[in-house]
């Protein structure tokens, strides 16, 4: 395309942005906004950018005090994680009733996934790699927050990560940019709908601006250091994607970025976010994170505060610093008055664009808190998706689906805990409601099968790590009994029974925020279990509960079958049910590599060659890119997911092998469904751009499909790709294509594809 072209393209798309800023409802806004920040004072100014918690929930050491007189001095712009539509309909009375300005508050809550209705974590969300239901997920959460008062939520992260020892994998959608990008578009347009005014959709914050999933060593809120083209390409893809499905707000990391915290950062909140890819929604902190930059080395509370508000940060959450500080940064010259109207404006703009202003009880309505909260059909979505989160990860000799007969011996810590179903950041649950393994392998049952239960282990037989990852309202209901008693109890059990289901793994908490571990294999107590489970002879069904990639190289050795479940939400019991007797077969595929052992962190697919690879299907070459003690392979390839049916590829047929300009390249599979049962396939696209300015990746994500085919039913899957498909930043961070040779692979995991080569020039 030519510089004339490109330049007429960005005139008119500028003259449309300024016309729709000038449209009637804009200007009026504007003329309201105007006439606002005339009648405030500089402290109602400040008061609109604090955001303190009021809530049940806290994370960190602030605390929140005297809130009511706060609001009725206008010092407060608004509140969050209040889970109680009376709570939130008070404080809004003495914010429009009670207060000078009579400006309503903007109530926020980390609504993550789902909000009294669970959905699986985002990390099982992001393993159905099937969009409509990860959008529907977001619009569903957003109708039940909603109809409780709440009109902000703190979703989607989009953190992309490397590194499973980092806890907070759990909250986001693994490691692909591409993939992240999809989840994250979705998410928004699921929160946001086609009108933020509607009293059942939410204002969406993308989070946590940027690169939080890349603290050094995967323990949180550590450093990150990487460079920019590594940024660009790899990890800021899935936020601009936010932005550009038009996200509302963004919240800061707490990690620094070419060493400067992101909450202080102009380049980033700046140059890159506002100037480069046009935000202009409003910019929050994480909780605390204006203060934090003082362990950060930024300097006193002053300082870092007039730091934040100069890099464009907008609203405080917790800290209270900019309500403290800036006024005395003010008199001394170190902030403007135009700056703070700035931040106090967008906020305003965003509560206006909320129809607060209109109505601030809006999202407060007792009816439909009452008939769209935790319905049937939402259940029933949370069954479905929950089901299609699901990754089978082994099934030798066809143990699953189970048989509905005989007898099933049930052990392992999770197989009876209801309260830690719905998995980290459920802020809304009740976890009561949710459904146990045990009670949903027995409704499913029914009289045809018998149960037979027994605990087997500890989830760790260690009372010191127990009690911190018993937490939250999510016990594990650690067992005091010789630990050989209870696996003799649960080899009792098994030796009774046809086959074993066996429901182990991570407790909840072991992932999620502040939950990092330096070991991410499976505890010794539950291993010692299976050990003996497998002893008895009977088949072994491994019902794997984890917010993140585990390290279980023995496990996948040893065990017959293996169903990975992370924490499926609200109606976990039912969906594993579901697969486990095959009345779903499962469809999920990984988002994020398992490694063999944690000496390979951080492996992810989409590598550099270097200038020594290892050879294919090799182990150890001296003087190659390799270890000496373990085979670079993963234990799990990113995308990787079995089926009880088998899929098979027919050769990748490709339209041309000579491309130019804009043409368009079509690449397609015959996909069959070889085996016995009806399900579904997320068939993927890589590509691989062979020479470049710039070193580029073994393989890219450009697209996938997820197709349902009946058994023996075959179809012709096509993706179409165009020059926009080849695109990355170079080293001078434009974003372009270069011609040259490409590979262009179509398979079932990043591993396992058919590959047909092209060159495609200008
Ligand atoms: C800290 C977490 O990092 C962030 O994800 C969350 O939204 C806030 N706390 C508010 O609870």
Known sequence: MSKLIIILISLTLLVSCHDRNKSPQNAEMERFLDRLLKEMTLEEKLGQLNLPA?????????????????????????????????????????????????????????????????????????????????????????????????????????????????????????????????????MVRGYQGDDLSANNTMLACVKHFALYGAA????????????RIRMYNEYLPPYQAAIDAGVGTVMTSFNEIDGIPATANKWLMTDLLRDQWGFDGFVVTDYTAINEMINHGMGDLQQVSALALQANVDMDMVGEGFLSTLQKSLDEGKVTLAQIDQAC??????????????????????????????????????????????????NEDSVLPLKKGGTIALVGPLADNTENMPGTWSVAADFSQSTSVRKGLEAAAGNDVKILYARGSNVVQDTLFDSRISIFGKPTYYDTRDPAVMIREAVAAALKADVVVAAVGESAEMSGEASSRSDISLPECQRDLLKALLATGKPVVMVLFSGRPLTIPWEAAHVPAILTVWYPGTEAGHAIADVLFGTVNPSGKLSATWPQNVGQIPLFYNHKNTGRPLAPGTWFQKFQSNYLDIPNEPLFPFGYGLSYTTFTYGDLKISKEQLSGEDTLTASVDLTNAGPYDGAEVVQLYIRDLVGSVTRPVKELKGFRKVFLKAGETQTIAFKITPEDLKFYNYDLEYDWEPGDFDIMVGSNSADVKSARISWQR
């Open 345 to 394: 404006r967008r906020i305003l703009k965003a509560k206006y664009r909320l129809g607060l202003f209109e109505d601030p009880y809006r999202y407060c309505d007792e009816e439909r808190s009452k008939t769209e909260i935790f319905t049937d059909a939402h259940r029933q979505f949370a069954r479905e998706i929950a089901a299609s989160s699901f990754v089978l990860m082994k």
């Open 216 to 227: 050094e060593a995967g323990r949180d809120y550590n450093t990150t250091d990487m460079s």
């Open 54 to 186: 009021a809530g049940d929930i806290t994370t960190g050491q602030a605390q929140s005090w005297g809130i009511a007189q706060k609001i009725r001095e206008g010092k407060v712009g608004g509140l969050f994680n209040i889970s109680s539509l009376e709570k939130i309909r008070e404080v809004q009375r003495i914010a429009v009733e009670e207060s000078r300005m009579k400006i309503p508050l903007i109530i926020g809550m980390d609504v993550i996934h789902g909000y009294r209705t669970v959905f699986p974590i985002p990390l099982g969300i992001s393993s159905t790699w099937d969009l409509e239901l990860v959008e529907k997920s977001a619009r569903i959460a957003a109708q039940e927050a909603t109809a409780e008062g709440i009109c902000w939520t703190f979703s989607p992260m989009v953190d992309i990560s490397r590194d499973p020892r980092w806890g907070r994998v759990s909250e986001g959608n693994g490691e692909d940019p591409y993939l992240g990008s999809r989840i994250s578009e979705a």
